[in-house]
């Protein structure tokens, strides 16, 4: 058997052992070194990167879900960090949830994700606070992140496990404060336009933000619209979720 057909065998068994069999000329008892090895070091990463969701499981579910995706997961990332995002994908893609697995499980794998994300993200431009909010071009910064959530995330344990999703949706900023610290911020409907329309334009202008806003909220007027805007940005500017270029 050539190398390469070697190669891919063992591979193939060490991902899922129980369809793929050992090459012959390996013993299993150092096989099993191998199979123990790589398993336990992606579930120690999952483990770490998901402890609450971790925690909703039984030790045999939990391992079943693991091993689902270890075994039929294509990772596109060779870095170890990038393994919770790799797990989320699955579960997003892949993954068929089983009757015993929670509704709100891909929601709650991708918030545990975000903060992982948010920590290791880097800035790619250079940024500087802004001064004047009404005339200078506004970013949302590269260390932050807006989600939405059907399901209360920020909540659920153990102990508080929801059947059905909220009536309206939970907005949330995560990001990094000046201690490269992850934050949590709850937003509000209006908080979430203004940072919406920030991401969408690089370099958003106060003045287009308001007319955008005032576009779908017309019971305000434009004046009260600019108000509330600027008490905002006001906020997310002094979190650096908001910033200029330098």
Known sequence: MHFKEVQAQFSAHIRDP????????IEDRRMGIYRDLFFN???GFLESGFPVLR?????????ALVRSFFARHQAHSPYFVDISKE??????????????DPAFLIELAHYEWVELAVATAKETRRYRPVVDIAREPLYFSD????VCYHYPVQTISVQHQPQQPDEVPSYICVYRD?????????????????????????????????????????????VQIEQGAKQILSELVQRRIVLTLD
């Open 18 to 25: 129980e369809n793929n069999t050992c090459p012959s000329d």
């Open 41 to 43: 070091n992606v579930n």
């Open 55 to 63: 925690s909703i499981y039984q030790d045999d579910m939990w391992l």
């Open 87 to 100: 797990f989320v994908t699955f579960l997003a893609q892949e993954y068929e949830p089983l009757d015993t």
């Open 143 to 146: 260390c932050a992140q807006v």
């Open 178 to 222: 000046t201690d490269d610290e992850v934050q949590f911020l709850a937003l509000n409907a209006m908080t979430a336009l203004l940072l919406d329309g920030i991401q969408q334009q690089d370099g958003a202008l106060f003045s287009d933000l308001c007319a955008a806003i005032y576009e779908q909220a017309p019971h305000f007027t434009l």
